[in-house]
């Protein structure tokens, strides 16, 4: 099928990818002339494992262009993937969709054309997208049955994108018209069933089987995908705030995570306690479902509590300090880890951004270091008054405590009784219980958490 992808973020470049994997024509639209000519010489904008790779394999099913007009008249299925930014009061900023909802309106070919939003949107805008698209059709005389309007939440994860969109727990698709469901289903017939060759960099997980549909309505699609992200930071909060207690009574942390998640109805799955959740979609998909809710006259005190627990877990590292060093200002501090989780560069909502500010607030000196996100964070955050370390050495030497953010695997095995000999007080702070404490202990370290 001949496919348009509207926007070449995390979310749109791995979904032309992997469409044109399948051997699906697709088209990727960006109006930034940087990022289409760095497509087009083969660069990725942003890090993604095996991204490169799979836009190498699916090159000849891949075009990249700044025209809506190259894409949208041949194409059977629109993808929009346009950014829906945080704005005022967590409510997302839909001026890109609606761009690109009357750009598409204004462009649609002869055939059925079925419009996917993937861009994380309110619940119930998918009817809003399909006004705009049908203002704009019938200012170029178009009829209003020449498309339709499909849901279709992306599950992916920063750092897995490619496998959970090529292997994902389930499809769903909202629609609220037959033909609609008729033509994803044809689509993703290949991923639904399993019968794509796996890249040889994505082997198939032995889990897969056929994957499950769910073939719905706009708004139970829309609210799925809220629902689901809401649940899982809910999940992350939970065994943070149990942490807290878990403190002031001596348990571990890490075994009452353990010890709850082997219950099946229960999982091991997103109970890793610490310093909780960044990136792009945790954050302001929670947010947008408070916002929505109030629309209501709904409280969301849950997802509400979620969101302040997660909150107040950055500001824990700086009292946490505080309370080892007794005063932070004139002290050095060393942060290791930028990006909001390993994997990734995106720094969006990232923890280390918050602490960092938190401690130079109080006159702290802040060293910092990423293995993959120092670049972008020259670029987007140059602002802040930080040390940039060029390696881990540096981060630690003649600091009074090293702080944890980020579990990269580069920093799993590192020569602690090395570090601590050059620190100025060996204090580590590890807000993701990603280090052994007899190990760090036996190096001549203070090992600290967020959970005791
Ligand atoms: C998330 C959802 O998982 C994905 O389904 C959705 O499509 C987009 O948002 P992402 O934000 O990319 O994906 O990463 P994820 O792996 O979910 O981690 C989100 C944050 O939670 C990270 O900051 C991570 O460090 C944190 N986290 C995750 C925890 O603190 N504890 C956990 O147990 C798991």
Known sequence: MN?????????????GACLA????????????ANKIGALQRGEVPFHEPHLEDLLVAARPNLKFTMDYSEAIPDSQVVFIA??????VGGAPDLRYLQAAAEGVGERLGPHFTVIVNKSTVPIGSGNWVGALVRDAAERRGRGKDCFAVASNPEFLREGSALLDSLYPDRVVIGADDPRTAEVLYTLYRPILDQTFQPPAFLPRPDRVGGVPLISTDLASAELIKYAANAFLALKISYINEIGQLAEKVGADISQVARGIGLDARIGTRFLQAGIGWG?????????ALVSTASEYGLDMSIVKAARDVNRRQRERVVEKLLGELKILKGRTIGLLGLAFKPHTDDLREAPALDVARHLLERGARVKVHDPVAMNRFKKEHAGMDVVMASDVHEVAR?????????EWPQ???????SLASVMRTPILLDTRHAF?????????????????
Request: charged share 20%.
């Open 398 to 406: 003649d600091t009074d405590a090293v702080v944890l953010i980020t």
């Open 411 to 417: 920093y799993l095995d590192l020569d602690w009784e």
């Open 3 to 15: 496919v348009a992808i509207l926007g070449t973020g995390y979310v749109g470049l791995t979904t």
């Open 279 to 287: 990136g792009s979609c945790f954050g302001k998909d929670t947010a």
């Open 436 to 452: 052994d404490r007899g190990r760090i202990t036996r190096a001549g370290l203070r090992y600290i958490t967020l959970a005791g």
């Open 21 to 32: 994997y399948l051997g699906h024509q697709v088209t990727c639209v960006d109006p930034d």
């Open 82 to 87: 346009v950014g829906t930014p945080p704005g």
